[in-house]
């Protein structure tokens, strides 16, 4: 009777333990971003806007003196300006920040909240492929599609000390990037404005669809053909 109930308490504490690793492992689940967008200007200080929501969690901001950390190009082979017959990538780093003193609101599940995000722990990563420069006057836009990879941490106005919830994001849309040649300099292009919109993933059409199906079933049909004549003497 012992080991009985011993062997039924360790089944439990398993069962248990499953439940709770299932639990985390769909909590762990990125948030995607499905809708709006992020847009950064270049100056001696950045200027940075975003308003992207997704799957229950909208976040906005905007900060007009964003830090600028590090000046790189964005070009495959220059080292500082792009040149015309360049790669230029939508690659960058952002950090979500906003005006000291403007507070801004974080939704998620239908709460929404006032928050800072004074401490600097909000970080989105884009990367997407390379698209050339073409041999023209400025200003030129060019788009390319991008990926996103983040995590948001939102802090409270009243406890920006504390953490409400911290979440990954992804997503990914069409970045279009503004080039435009630096003062004093007619050599070479600088990326004045970068904007990533935000749009949900490709779903098949209907017909795609259709026609995946009746082909899996082509191919289930022509086996069990095969199948029934190598089975036949």
């Given amino acids: 009777m012992v080991s009985i109930r011993a062997n039924l308490i360790s089944a439990c504490g398993v069962v248990f333990l499953l439940v709770l690793s299932i639990q985390q492992t769909a909590n762990a689940e990125p948030v995607t971003i499905t809708t709006g967008s992020v847009s950064v200007t270049s100056n001696i200080r950045d200027i940075i806007s975003f308003n992207f929501s997704g799957n229950g969690l909208a976040v906005n901001g905007m900060d007009n003196h964003a830090a600028n950390p590090q000046y790189m190009s964005p070009c495959l082979q220059s080292a500082s300006l792009c040149q015309p017959g360049d790669l230029i990538f939508p690659t960058a780093l952002r950090q ?59 802090h409270p106005l009243d406890d920006p000390g504390s953490v409400i919830f911290s979440t990954e994001i992804r997503g990914s849309g069409i ?59």
């Fill in 96 to 154: 979500l920040s906003s005006e000291p003193g403007s507070p801004t609101t974080v939704t998620f599940n239908g709460r929404s909240v006032r928050v800072t995000w004074a401490a600097n722990d909000s970080f989105l990563q884009f990367t997407g492929p390379g698209v050339v420069i073409p041999f023209s006057t400025d200003p030129i836009t060019l788009t390319t599609p991008f990926d996103m990879a983040g995590t948001i941490n939102v």
């Fill in 175 to 233: 970045a279009t990037l503004t080039l435009r040649r630096p003062a004093g300099n007619p050599v070479g292009f600088v990326i004045d404005t970068a904007r990533y919109d935000f749009s949900p993933a490709a779903v098949p059409e209907p017909a795609t669809v259709i026609l995946l199906t009746t082909g899996l079933a082509g191919i289930v049909v022509r086996s069990r053909h095969r199948a029934r004549r190598s089975k036949q003497p």
